[in-house]
């Protein structure tokens, strides 16, 4: 399956097995933006989380200001939106395609809902997200 090729990529499903995988893949729907579309508008309630298969996207950030600041440009198998998946919580940064692009979408819904038949997928991504965690820290630390 396609999909669980993509999502095995994933840092943050790193530790999933293949069956969990596959089951996940079952819930992604691939979507099509066309360039200068806006994917997620940033304090938007977060419902999904994106692989680009194909094209660019940018992701600015106008932080309660009209000027709006460039963050990242990610490309094929990159991702974004991971966090959505765990709290739903606004956006913080808005997404638009570059080119025509191609994703892969997993709604927080299905993934929750994944998640509460088999909570070895949560225990599976605590490793990942404390790593996650200890890297911003040592970011902060190093800049104080």
Known sequence: MPHEDALRNVQLFSQFSSKELTRLGRAIVEREYKKGETIVKEGEQAVAFFIIVKGRVEVVQAGGSKKSQALAQLGP???????ALLDGAPRSASVRAVDDTTCLVLSRWDFVAELQT?????VAMLPVLSRRLRDVEAKLAATH
């Open 118 to 122: 088999n909570p070895h997928m949560a």
């Open 77 to 83: 198998s990159e991702t974004f939106g991971d966090m």
